[in-house]
Structures are given as structure tokens and as C-alpha cells.
């Protein structure tokens, strides 16, 4: 029963296929989990469906709520699969192209002669230019022109578009056009969503700025209205709780925040997944590890090393440069949902995907096409009821679905054909996994293979193979991984300003510039009830020797020269050497945090018998055989068994191979490994 | 033929069956390269002062063996041999760790760099006493003295007049650094600090560049390694021979191409290029490529000092397309037997011709070699514009009231030739160099742009339409300033093939629209230019490729709606009549009855063959 001592947590991880629910109490370390089907028409229906089911078996009222974390792929969804809102853009008059041109560049890495230019997300039929101009230091130089602005938003309204994102030249220097312009537009066309550069983005660089815009704005109505949804919810359940959503940079954030700037949680939930991932292979003192994270529609690839999840200001979402702070992870349009299709006769497995509705052909949705799932269940590598039993596999439809699709079209046998669609979704994804590590100098072979979502244990032991890496682990709920993640997550809060000219560290400016910063953070920590002792924050400079084009974020510290060593320090580590020229102050920002308890630390019981429920035919490579069926429930630590198996709980199955053996950690998590001499 | 064998010095073939290493090392080998590249390039690009490395990005790298055979190199077709004029002035097996090389002779290098402006720098990486690799940092700098700021200019008519020349130098030493060549080179900049920041800078991505490979020799060991480097080099020259035969029957295959002129009155420069395939006396195919044909050197600096291992690197390039498993390396250039030049041509200019505004012959070459795939039935793209950089040097007032000096070298891009498969590209400059935000370029430079857009209807029509050059418009608010303007493709426009036509030419006028207006000559320095003037740079298209009535209409509609065709080009060229927002069906039927007859190339005309 719900008592005065508790303080629970609730994480809600909505994924394309399924919703991961996580309640924790952060007093007594308790987890209840659920997970129920996505519900892509309205979200918020399996958001709330998921809550009530854990707060159930928690025997807890809503009320009792303290926080609800929410971690979500729909920004990142529709960036991927290219289904954001249709956008316009609203620029200065002259640089309608800006755009499309870019940076002027064929990539470094691309080759000339093949290289196509990326469509860009608006095209240059909806950019409109209207006569206004800042000049660089932010002196208007030519007043804003209203009627030019009405005249755009005359032939906005004439375009069938959602949204408007905002982007004039030096905007970050001065914001008071882009807002006026935004004003104009709000009035004249009230059902569309406007962003602009200044709320998302305020730094120099016109393309980059105007991109993340534009990303902004295609993701902005699909988030606002989701999350507008999420509250209402919630209030209707008399949940009083503040919602707290993922931020791509690993913290949580208040929903003011990322209604503003919905960009942010482009990777939110896949960033929620690697800050679980982190803290559950912490346990089991393994700090090296590759984390794959498979959805329905997507795979997040991470490389975690020493426990360090790296963050990156120079990342990207699909084929965009998005420069706003994130973990450094690689995303594929690759997942249980993908769709195999055959197109002149050459099979190809994604980026489209089923989704969760209507979903493989075996959800018994009406799916009309060929998926992943499909491929697994035709192989026998799904047991016949997923979900504890609450949701049946349709095997025929599955069979029909692949022969039709698949395997008629290429003259293959129905098993070949599954087959067929794994190895190529499997292919990709080592592609991925060699971006995150061997692009970037580590040898896979040196790290543990984490596969987590709902699909990703029954793709473990095949990508462990083609990368040759010989341990994989396996989460105690790898399913909810990310709703762990959030559990786990700080919340997080940048507050920057670039100085109107670079120039000296000038000590008594720096001071009032923090002030001001300090104040939004306190302002930011009051708005999401941050108490004062659980309030951190940072100062930092970014500095670069005079005319350098990347800055250092150096922390602050008192005294010009105190700070210039500080860099010089930094400099020379990083780069080896460090100049004579004037060091400049660029940026400054605070970094606030507000601190959250611990994750989930269960335990599993000392048990080493593994006993099989039933028993299931699959087609394995060698030939059908008959596999063992194990409840990963009833496995207590120091249990040891052999492949092939297939181990099911609520969130995932988990299929071990062949050729491996795994054994149960005492925190729960499986450790699997390759024996030697295998010849595959 | 002296040089070729040093410029197609070929990997050991003694061919050792059984490989030291394995695919997946192999593969991470490769990724680990890429990654430490990668690493240098970043280093340079956040540390380096000058606009013209940190944001232009005119930089490159690449890895050697431990003969000096690129192993790994950029995805650039303009290197060739770099290491060859090192090894001549400084043996290989004399050299030890920490020993640093550097110059930016064009003549004493044979073109491994082919204007003074780039540096190279090259250093030996050793294991266990043993010399493994080698690893280079390149970049151009942005002042080495000369004629005029920026060193490049039309004017020049020797290259003494065109910067500071560094024959191959030690610069350090067993890791002990030569100050004193240091600070010669420095004094002779009229950017001395940009000229040492960006210098240490290049040393110190190649410092990073030695550790990284020399961790990679540590982890799989020297062995390993060179067999990697064997197996990364065999595979490209394997790949690209056997293309190579797709391409080229046995014969003799030419094509010719030109630039327009030098800025001195001459031209225009024919460039002739042929591919002999032939049988050897050992059965083996022979491939001969032969540019010896090509017009006399010029007197002003559109010469191009090309290294013999260009023509095989941009082949390389070609073949290689997009597979990402594939290493541009000199496999390429070792995949050809035989590459003529002939000496006191534009190609293989006689010292001490000048070299400064060579760009835009490489990009006519590139365009040529395209053309000669083209002719023997390749599939290769359409001929591209070349890119166009203007250099602007002047004084301006700061703030403090005193008149202070400018240079700005942009760099702005242009419109790709169209390929069987896809459209050109679209204003883009080259690979991997970008270009000077307007935001940036205004932060920094008494210029205020007025407008940066692509230029209607610049792109070749086709069916796959060639890419739109750029207009970028200038506010000058410098008090003065001499403005150089390196244009080519302006008399002979990039061509068109199978039904595509050429692409927009370029121009640049001072002050368009008024009475004060003028045209500059395409190629030329000593513009004068004074606070308030407004100069409109225009740069052009790529050639399009297939019938223009066979594009898409839905495809002519976005480019008329988006600004990259008039609805004018739409009717006439494409015939596609386009009222508002929508197709006229009924007309546009009409217009595509008359389908023009075409030739396999055009260049203002169509025209069978190109001369």
C-alpha cells in the first residue's frame, strides 16, 4: 500500500512497437515494470494505459506520484522517416538558397563522381524572403518590413503547411525581427506552429542555424500536440506530478522547455537507453561495452568506454548535421517493424517500417507487409505469446506474408527468405556498430556486446559474431532499459551567451554575464522544483587563441591569467602545442543539474537449476531442432546454460545461439559467450 | 620519360600468397586510419588562425607505407607521388624518429604540389627501431609573400612571383625543430601570425597523425600492417584495371577539352588526353594515358604542373564511386602503365613558368577525363564549371579610426555536370572545401553580402539536369581594395552529353543595374574597387545529360518553383509550360511533340564530337 515513506518515480519509454513503463521507489530501491503495445495514433493512450498497470501492481494511487519521466522517439521518428510537418521557412530577402547550398561542400569522405546533395527537409519552393536586415554585433541596418512579412505569410497560408520556422541573418546577435516576424505570423496564421533560430539555436552560422530550425519546426506541431496530450492525460488521471522528458544530451528537462525547442529530444529516447545501458553493465563492473538498441523502426548504436558516455556538439540525426548537445551514438532506420521488400528482383529490409499498427503480419493487426518479426517468427525464434501471454503470434500470417513478399519473388524456400531478411538487417547493423568503433579507432572485438530493446537479445549473438566479439549481456529487462535510463538521468539545463564580440577575458563583465545565466538557472530550477541541495551548477568559458574557429570549454576560474593557463593546459593536451597569440573569450555558459536518486538495484536469488517450460521447433542454420523454452524469471544467479535457447520474460526474448553458453550475474543480467573452436 | 618510374612506383609485387593479415584486421586497420585522419583533420580545423584552413577547410592527409606508397589518401583526384621528392634530397633509411619534412616546391616536387601556397609536411613513423609508415598534413596557406596578398594572382607571370619557395627541408630534426627556417618562412608573409599559428597547427596534426599510426603498429604489429597497406593498395589497383577493361577496348580513345585563356590575352588551351589499351608482350593489358598532346604552356598562371599520378587517381576515384569499403590510394595511379606528358606544355610547364591560378585547369582535367570515359562508353558525368575564387586585398577602418589590412580569398562554388543517374550537383565548390558563412565572412571582413543564391537556369538542361552555379553580391565597405577574379568556362562552357547541354557561363560586374556598371575580364587582377561599390560574382553550371524533354515534369516543376529554372528555359528547353504553380498540361503536350533533335555532345551547340 502506498505509505508516506515512499517516493516514487515514474518512467514511461514510448517506443515505435512497444511503451516500457518503470516505477521505482526511490526509498526502498522497489521496481514494478509494464509494458503494453504502442498505440501510433494517439500515444498517450498506451502512456497512460502503462501507468495505471504499474501503479496496480505497485498498489500505489496516482496521486502518489512524484515525478513522471518520459523518454520519447516520436521527434526522431519523423526526422528519419522524413514525416515531420510540412515546413516553410521564412529568411532574409538574397539568401532564399542559403539551405540548399550549405556549406558549399562535396563531404570530405564522399566521392564526387556518385555524391548526391540531401534533399533538404524544406524545399526551396517554400522559402519565402521578406526585407529586413541585422547587421553582424546585432545594429539593425534595415527595419523590419511588415508588409513583406504579411505578404509571406499571405503565400504560407496558400502552401498547405503546419509549420513556419524563422531564420534571418544574425538573428543570434539580435532577436527582435525574428520575433517580431514570428508575432506577425502568429496572428495571421494562428494554427501554425512557429520557431524560430533565436529559441533553438542562437549562435553564429547561417546553414547550420537554419537547419536546426527547420528541423525544429517539422518536429514542433507532432511534439506539441503530444505532449499537450501527455498533460492533459495526466490531469485527468490526478496525476500532479511534473513531466519530465529526455533531452538528447542524457538529462531530463520540464515540458515548457521542450515544447520551446523539441529538437532537443530528437535522440531523447535512445539517449535514455545508453544512460540505462551505463548504469546496469556499472553493476556487473563492465565499463567497455556497445550498446544496440533495437526498436521497431530504428537502431541506436553506442560506444561506451570506462564508463564514459560520450557527448558530441557536432552530431547528427539521419543525413543532418544537428549541433545542439548530444551522445555520440549512431542511428540506423533499422528495427523489428523494418520492412523487407523486393524491387527488381533485390531484397532490401528498411528504413520503411510496419510500426506497431498495423505492424508484422503476426501481431494479427492487418500488417500487409513482409517485416523482421516476420523473419523471427517464421524461424521459430519467437514463442507463440509475447507479453506474458497477453499478446498471441500469428505464425501463418507471418509464413503467408514472407512467401508472398519475399520468398515467391526470389524463387526462395520461406525459411531462406527469413533468413535472407535477417542477415541483411544484421549487416546494417554492423555497419553501424563499425561507425561507433572502428571508425573511431576501438576494436570491437576489446568490448562486451549490450543488445537491448524489444528486439535487440534476438539479435545478439549474430552481430556478436559478425563484429567477432565473444560476450554479450543481456539486461535484467532489457525491454525497459530506457525507461531505467530515466530513472537514472539528471536534469539538465544549458544557459549560454556569445559575448557581441569576442575579445579579452574581461573579469567584471564575465561576473554580471554569470549573474544573468545564474538567475535563468534559478529561475529554470524554481520552475521544475529543483530543492536547493539538490541544485548543481558550472561555469564555463569557452576560449581559442585569437582567430582560432573552435573554441575549448574551459571551467571558470577567477583571474584572467588563472583561466588563460587553464586553456594553455587544455590546448597543449589536447593539441599538442599552444601560441603566443591573445586568448580570447568567445561563450559563456552554466551547466545546471538537478540531481535525482539512484537507478534500480535488484538482485536475483542464488539458483543454478534452469529448467525449460516447453520446447519449440526452429530453423537453425544447421538444420530444424527442436529448442528449449526458459522462463528468464525463474533464473537465479550462478545459473548456467548452453545454446540454442530461447529465454522469454515480459519485455524481450532472447534467443541464444548456438556455439554460446551464458551464465546469470547476481544483479540479474546474462552474460553470454562464445565458445572457442566454433566453425560457423 | 624519366620520371614515370618514380611516379608509378608500383607496391612490392613479389605477391605473397598467404596474407599476414586477416580480413576483420584488415577492416579495422582501414577504420582505424580513416579515424586517425579524421582526428588530424579535426585538429586542424579547430586549431588553425586562418580563414582559409579553420572554415574554407582547403586541408588534406594521408598515409603512406614504408616505401612511401599512399596507402590511404583523401578523396581528392589532384595527388600524386608526394613522398619521391623527399627521398632524393633525404634517404629513407637515414631518416629517424621525430625527423620532420616540409615543402611546397612545385617544380622540385614535380608537381606533388602544384601551386607554393600548399604546404606539405611528411614524417616517418617508426616501430621498434624499424621504418613503418609515413604520414602527411597538407594545407594551403593563406599569404607566403609574392606579388600580391594572397601570393595567387592573374598578374603573375613567373612563380617567384608567387610566394616564398621551400625546396624539400628537414624542419625537425630527431623531434628538434628548425626555428630559423621557421621564422624565414614567417617574415616573408604579409600574415605572419596566421602563417606560424597555422604551421604549428600542421605540425601538430602531423604529431598526432604519427601517434595514432604508431599505435596502430603497436596493437597488430609491423607486419600486419605493411601487409594491410599491400592488400589496401592491391585491391584498388585490381579494382580499377579490371574497370579499366570494361571501359576501354583495345585502341586508341581521345577527347579534348579547354580552358578559355590565361588573363594575359592567350588562349583558348587545348587539353588532349587519349587511353591506349594494348596487349603487352607478356599478355598482359597495357594501359597508356597520354596528355602530351596538349597546347604549350601559358604565360600567365592557368599552367598546371600535373604530378603522373593524377590522371590514375581521378580514374581510381571514378571506379571507386560510392562503395565505402573501397580506399582511394595509389592503386589508382599504379593501376596505369604509362602516363606522357610533354615538357613546355600547359600540362608539364617548363620552370620557372607560373602555377598560381592553376585551379582551374584541374578542373578541366577532371572534366576531360570525363569526357574521355564518356567517348569510350563509360557512363561518366557531364563536364563540371570550375570553381571560382576571388581575392580581395584592401584596407579598411577599424574601429579605433586607424585603416587597417584585408585579405579574403572566396572561394565560391558551382554547378557539377549531370551524371547517367542523378543530377548534377548543385553550387557546391569541392570536396571538403566549404564555404565562408555570409554570418562569419561579415564578422570579419568589410564586405556586407547582399545576396547568396544559386543562378537560374546556370544548370545544363538534360534529364538529369546539370548543377546551378552561385551568385554571391557584395557590399564593399572596405575604403579600398584590389580585387583578383579567377573565372573560367566562360567561351567554352562546361558540355553537355547524350542530349544534355552545357551549362551557364559566369561573369563578375561592379555596380550592375547603374551607370557606374562594369564587366571584368573572367581572369584578372588590379580591380579597383572603393567603399559602396557592389560587385556580383556569378559562377556556373554543370553540363546536363540526356534529352531535356525526358525530364520529369514533376521534376521541372520544383526547379521552376524553387528557383533554379525560369519558366522561360522550362518552355523553350524543356517544354514544359508552367502557369503559377501548376503544369499546363494541355500546351505542355503540345511543346513535347516537338522534340528537338540532339548530337552526343553539346557545348552552345550539339556537336558530335568535341575538338
Known amino acids: 500500500m502506498h505509505s508516506t515513506d515512499q517516493n516514487l518515480s515514474i518512467a514511461v519509454d514510448i517506443g515505435g512497437t512497444f511503451t516500457d513503463i518503470s516505477l521505482l521507489d526511490r526509498v526502498s530501491g522497489n521496481v514494478w515494470r509494464a509494458k503494453t503495445p504502442s498505440v501510433p495514433s494517439d500515444p498517450s493512450e498506451a502512456f497512460l494505459d502503462g501507468i495505471r498497470l504499474a501503479l496496480a501492481d505497485a498498489g500505489a494511487p496516482a496521486s502518489a506520484l512524484q515525478q513522471v519521466l518520459h523518454g520519447t522517439t516520436v521527434a526522431t521518428n519523423m526526422i528519419l522517416e522524413d514525416k515531420g510537418a510540412r515546413t516553410a521557412l521564412v529568411t532574409t530577402r538574397g539568401f532564399r538558397h542559403v539551405l540548399d547550398i550549405g556549406r558549399q561542400d562535396i563531404p570530405r569522405k564522399a566521392n564526387l563522381y556518385t555524391w548526391v546533395k540531401p534533399q533538404r527537409p524544406v524545399p526551396a519552393s517554400r522559402i519565402l524572403e521578406i526585407d529586413e536586415r541585422i547587421a553582424p554585433g546585432g545594429a539593425v541596418e534595415r527595419e523590419l518590413d511588415e508588409a513583406s512579412v504579411e505578404l509571406a505569410a499571405d503565400a504560407i497560408a496558400q502552401m498547405d503547411v503546419e509549420a513556419v520556422a524563422v531564420c534571418l541573418l544574425h538573428a543570434f546577435a539580435n532577436p527582435a525581427h525574428e520575433r517580431r516576424v514570428a508575432e506577425i505570423l502568429r496572428e495571421k496564421l494562428p494554427e501554425l506552429a512557429i520557431t524560430t533560430s533565436v529559441d533553438v539555436l542562437p549562435v553564429v552560422r547561417e546553414y547550420e542555424r537554419s537547419l536546426t530550425t527547420v528541423l525544429n519546426a517539422t518536429v514542433m506541431p507532432g511534439v506539441t500536440t503530444y505532449v499537450g ?110 520492412i523487407a521488400a523486393v524491387a527488381d528482383g533485390t531484397l532490401s529490409v528498411g528504413p520503411r517500417s510496419a510500426g506497431a499498427r498495423p505492424g508484422p503480419a503476426a501481431y494479427g493487426y492487418g500488417g500487409t507487409e513482409a517485416t523482421v518479426t516476420d523473419a523471427h517468427v517464421v524461424l521459430g525464434h519467437l514463442p507463440s505469446k509475447l507479453l ?185 593536451a589536447l593539441y599538442g602545442f599552444t601560441l603566443e597569440s591573445a586568448v580570447e573569450l568567445v561563450t559563456l555558459r552554466v551547466e545546471a543539474a538537478g540531481l535525482t536518486a539512484s537507478a534500480p538495484t535488484g538482485t536475483v536469488s542464488e539458483d543454478s537449476t534452469v529448467e525449460p517450460y516447453d520446447k519449440v521447433r526452429v530453423h537453425l542454420p544447421a538444420g530444424e531442432a527442436d529448442v528449449p523454452l526458459v522462463d528468464r524469471a525463474g533464473l537465479g544467479s550462478g545459473a548456467t546454460f548452453t545454446g540454442p535457447m530461447i529465454l522469454t520474460q515480459l519485455d524481450t526474448t532472447t534467443f541464444v545461439a548456438p556455439g554460446w553458453s551464458g551464465t546469470v550475474d547476481p544483479s540479474g543480467a546474462l552474460i553470454l559467450s562464445l565458445k572457442e573452436n566454433i566453425s560457423r | 620519360m624519366s620520371q614515370s618510374a618514380t611516379a608509378l612506383r608500383q607496391a612490392d609485387p613479389s605477391g605473397k600468397e598467404a596474407r599476414i593479415c586477416d580480413p576483420i584486421s584488415l577492416e579495422i586497420i582501414r577504420g582505424a586510419i580513416a579515424a586517425a585522419q579524421s582526428e588530424m583533420e579535426a585538429l586542424l580545423e579547430r586549431t588553425a588562425i586562418s580563414a582559409f584552413i579553420r572554415e574554407k577547410k582547403d586541408f588534406y592527409t594521408a598515409l603512406f607505407d614504408a616505401d612511401g606508397i599512399m596507402a590511404v589518401g583523401s578523396m581528392v583526384p589532384i595527388f600524386g607521388d608526394m613522398t619521391s621528392p623527399v627521398f632524393e634530397t633525404f634517404p629513407p633509411d637515414e631518416m629517424k624518429p621525430g625527423d620532420l619534412y616540409w615543402y611546397n616546391d612545385c617544380y622540385g616536387s614535380r608537381g606533388a604540389v602544384s601551386h607554393s601556397n600548399d604546404q606539405v609536411l611528411l614524417a616517418p613513423v617508426f616501430k621498434d627501431g624499424k621504418r613503418c609508415a609515413f604520414v602527411m598534413s597538407w594545407a594551403h596557406f593563406a599569404d607566403i609573400g609574392g606579388l600580391r596578398p594572397g601570393s595567387i594572382s592573374p598578374d603573375a607571370t613567373e612563380i617567384y612571383q608567387e610566394g616564398i619557395i621551400i625546396p624539400v627541408t628537414k624542419l625537425a630534426d630527431q623531434g628538434k625543430v628548425n626555428e630559423a627556417t ?37 596493437r597488430f604489429g609491423a607486419d600486419t600492417v605493411a601487409d594491410a597497406f599491400s592488400q589496401l593498395l592491391d585491391r584498388t589497383r585490381k579494382l580499377v584495371r579490371s574497370k579499366l577493361a570494361d571501359t576501354f577496348d583495345y585502341g586508341t580513345h581521345a577527347f579534348t577539352d579547354a580552358i578559355d585563356g590565361d588573363g594575359h590575352g592567350n588562349g583558348p588551351f587545348k587539353i588532349r588526353f587519349s587511353l591506349t589499351r594494348e596487349k603487352g608482350p607478356d599478355g598482359e593489358d597495357r594501359f597508356l594515358f597520354d596528355a602530351s598532346e596538349s597546347d604549350d604552356q601559358a604565360p600567365g598562371p592557368v599552367n598546371y604542373l600535373m604530378n603522373r599520378g593524377v590522371p590514375g587517381m581521378a580514374l581510381g576515384l571514378y ?266 498540361e494541355v500546351a505542355t503536350k503540345r511543346l513535347r511533340a516537338q522534340r528537338p533533335a540532339t548530337s552526343r555532345f553539346h557545348r552552345k551547340d550539339y556537336v558530335d564530337a568535341l575538338d
Open chain 2, 182 to 218: 621557421l621564422s624565414i618562412f614567417h617574415r616573408n608573409s604579409r600574415f605572419p601570425e596566421q602563417s606560424n599559428g597555422d604551421m604549428r597547427a600542421l605540425m601538430a596534426s602531423v604529431d598526432l597523425g604519427v601517434k595514432r599510426v604508431g599505435e596502430i603498429l603497436e
Open chain 2, 319 to 584: 571506379y571507386l564511386g560510392g562503395d565505402p569499403s573501397q580506399v582511394c590510394n595509389a592503386g589508382g595511379p599504379n593501376a596505369l602503365d604509362d602516363v606522357r606528358l610533354r615538357e613546355g606544355s600547359l600540362l608539364l610547364p617548363r620552370f620557372p613558368a607560373p602555377l598560381g591560378m592553376r585551379g582551374l585547369t584541374t578542373m578541366r582535367v577532371i572534366s576531360a577525363i570525363n569526357g574521355l570515359l564518356n567517348v569510350a562508353g563509360g557512363g561518366a558525368p557531364a563536364a563540371n564549371s570550375a570553381y571560382v575564387i576571388s581575392i580581395m586585398r584592401g584596407n579598411f577602418r577599424a574601429e579605433n579610426g586607424n585603416l587597417e589590412r584585408f585579405l579574403l580569398a572566396d572561394g565560391i562554388g558551382v554547378g557539377y555536370g549531370a551524371r547517367p543517374d542523378a543530377d548534377g550537383i548543385d553550387a557546391v565548390y569541392f570536396v571538403a572545401q566549404e564555404n565562408y558563412p555570409v554570418e562569419f565572412l561579415e564578422l570579419g571582413y568589410p564586405v556586407r553580402l547582399r545576396t547568396y543564391g544559386v543562378v537560374p537556369d546556370s544548370g545544363g538542361a538534360g534529364a538529369n539536369r546539370g548543377g546551378c552555379g552561385i551568385v554571391r553580391e557584395y557590399e564593399i565597405l572596405a575604403e579600398d581594395a584590389v580585387l583578383a577574379v579567377r573565372i573560367d568556362s566562360v567561351k567554352n562552357p562546361p558540355w553537355g552529353i547524350d542530349g544534355g547541354m552545357s551549362g551557364g557561363t559566369g561573369k563578375a560586374i561592379v555596380n550592375p543595374g547603374t551607370d557606374r556598371e562594369r564587366m571584368l575580364a573572367p581572369l584578372s587582377d588590379g580591380n579597383k574597387l572603393v567603399r559602396g561599390d557592389i560587385l556580383r560574382i556569378e559562377t556556373g553550371g554543370g553540363g546536363g545529360h540526356g534529352h531535356p524533354f525526358d525530364r520529369p515534369l514533376a521534376k521541372v516543376l520544383e526547379d521552376v518553383l524553387g528557383g533554379y529554372v525560369s519558366p522561360e528555359a522550362a518552355r523553350t528547353l524543356y517544354g514544359a509550360e508552367i502557369v503559377g504553380s501548376r503544369i499546363d
Open chain 1, 229 to 338: 496530450r501527455l498533460e492533459k492525460r495526466l490531469e485527468d488521471e490526478a496525476v500532479s506530478a511534473p513531466l519530465l522528458l529526455m533531452q538528447s544530451n542524457g538529462g531530463v528537462a520540464g515540458a515548457a522547455a521542450i515544447r520551446q525547442a523539441p529538437a532537443l529530444t530528437a535522440l531523447s529516447g535512445p539517449a535514455a537507453g545508453v544512460v540505462g545501458a551505463k548504469s546496469v553493465a556499472a553493476r556487473c563492473g563492465i565499463e567497455d561495452i556497445i550498446t544496440v538498441d533495437i526498436g521497431g523502426t530504428s537502431a541506436d548504436i553506442c560506444l561506451i568506454k570506462g564508463g564514459h558516455i560520450g557527448l558530441t556538439q557536432h552530431g547528427k540525426v539521419g543525413e543532418w548535421p544537428l549541433p545542439l548537445p548530444m551522445v555520440d551514438m549512431v542511428t540506423i532506420g533499422a528495427g523489428g517493424g523494418s
Open chain 1, 388 to 572: 506474458g501471454g497477453r499478446m498471441a503470434l500469428d505464425v501463418d500470417a507471418s509464413r503467408r506474408i514472407i512467401a508472398d513478399k519475399v520468398a515467391g519473388p526470389l524463387g526462395l524456400s520461406i525459411e531462406e527468405a527469413a533468413r535472407g531478411i535477417l542477415a541483411i538487417v544484421d549487416n546494417h547493423m554492423v555497419g553501424a556498430v563499425r561507425v561507433v568503433s572502428v571508425e573511431r579507432g576501438h576494436d570491437p572485438r576489446r568490448f562486451t556486446l549490450m543488445p537491448f530493446g524489444g528486439a535487440g537479445p534476438l539479435h545478439g549473438c549474430a552481430l556478436a559474431e559478425l563484429l567477432g566479439i565473444s560476450q554479450v549481456m543481456i539486461a535484467p529487462a532489457p525491454g525497459v532499459l530506457c525507461a531505467d535510463g530515466l530513472l537514472a538521468a539528471d536534469l539538465k539545463a544549458e544557459f549560454s551567451r556569445t559575448l557581441p564580440r569576442a575579445g579579452a577575458i574581461d573579469g567584471e563583465i564575465a561576473r554580471s554575464v554569470f549573474a544573468e545565466l545564474e538567475a535563468q538557472a534559478s529561475d529554470w530550477f524554481d520552475i521544475e522544483g529543483v530543492p536547493g541541495e539538490k541544485r548543481r551548477l558550472r561555469r564555463v568559458a569557452l576560449l581559442r587563441y585569437h582567430g582560432q574557429g573552435g573554441e575549448l570549454a574551459i571551467e571558470w576560474v577567477d583571474g584572467s591569467s588563472a583561466l588563460e593557463k587553464a586553456f594553455a593546459e587544455e590546448h597543449q
